[in-house]
């Protein structure tokens, strides 16, 4: 069983930066990809990016291509998201996932498990 819990959402303007971190606890993760999802009020969860563990590839959902940045400490188990540029559009509930698979995938039903979700709320 794995354990993933988010933390460093707030409150920020447009153009402004946050990072968001995941620590996962239970085991290691070398065939693992771990990633992020967001939903806003009345949307579908919609796919961030993902990280693939054992060698640090990564895939990000069009949206935010260029501005956010999913890394992994692989050291403390952690799984990073830079949030650069921050859009009011992107204001949602972020939640960390993670899949006992080595394939990314951009649907959540590939994900095994979830964190509680952090909210981002990005003002103009």
């Not at 460093?8 to 992020?36: D, I, K, N, P």
């Not at 949030?83 to 039903?109: F, G, I, Q, W």
Request: charged share 20%; glycine share 12%; with cysteine.
């Amino acid at each position: 069983q794995v354990q993933l819990v988010e933390s460093g959402g707030g409150l920020v303007q447009a153009g402004e930066s946050l990072r968001l971190s995941c620590a996962a606890s239970g085991r290691t993760f070398s065939g693992y990809t771990m990633g992020w999802f967001r939903q806003a009020p009345g949307k579908e969860r919609e796919f961030v990016a993902a990280v693939r563990w054992s060698d640090g590839s990564t895939y990000y959902g069009d949206s935010v291509k260029g501005r956010f940045t999913i890394s992994r400490d692989k050291a403390k188990n952690t799984v990073y998201l830079q949030m650069n540029s921050l859009k009011p559009e992107d204001t949602a509930v972020y939640y960390c996932t993670a899949s006992r698979s080595h394939l990314a995938t951009m649907s959540s039903r590939g994900y095994d498990y979830w964190g509680q979700g952090t909210q981002v709320t990005v003002s103009s």
